[in-house]
């Protein structure tokens, strides 16, 4: 009987790191595809970046501006450091050690400035581009005020 209370122990033993390795393979698995997918969203933000800057320096009556230029790009940046920061964390789930944990932090860390520093510019620049819109609305207004006026003062 004792025999076979050694064997259940050990049986269980074993399915508890089968199934540990198998959560270690899974969540390494997951956080590479995070991290490919953070990779995807970069190139293809930066092919969209370029084709509508040329498309910018080809004619000069383009529909987005500079500015839309790097608010989208920046979006797309912002948006890939979280998911990298993400596949960090999934990595350093498994099986941390301290310095894992600490490589971690300073990763954290740097990544969540940048994205802080990036978002804060591009809520600056989401701002002032709503400004000029405003602006040259006002402008246009104003223009066809003056028309009307130069056009009913020659009648």
């Given amino acids: 009987m004792v025999f076979l209370t050694r064997i259940a122990r050990i049986d269980t033993n074993y399915l508890k790191r089968i199934m540990e390795e198998i959560a270690k393979q899974i969540t390494i698995n997951v956080s590479h595809a995070v991290e490919m997918l953070a990779a995807v969203i ?19 009556a383009s529909k987005i501006s500079k500015e839309e230029i790097r608010v989208q790009f920046g979006s797309s940046v912002a948006v890939s450091l979280e998911l990298l920061l993400g596949a960090d964390v999934l990595a350093t789930a498994v099986a941390p050690s301290w310095d894992d944990i600490g490589k971690l932090a300073a990763i ?30 006002a402008l246009s207004d104003n223009e066809n005020i003056n028309a009307k006026s130069v056009y009913q003062s020659v009648e």
Avoid: C, D, P, W
Wanted: no cysteine; aromatic share 10%; proline share 0%.
């Fill in 42 to 60: 970069i190139g293809i933000a930066v092919i969209k970046t370029l084709f509508n800057y040329f498309s910018l320096l080809k004619s000069s």
């Fill in 108 to 137: 954290a860390v740097l990544r969540t400035a940048l994205n802080y520093f990036l978002e804060r510019e591009l809520k600056h620049m989401h701002v002032t581009h709503q400004e000029n819109k405003k602006e040259s609305v």
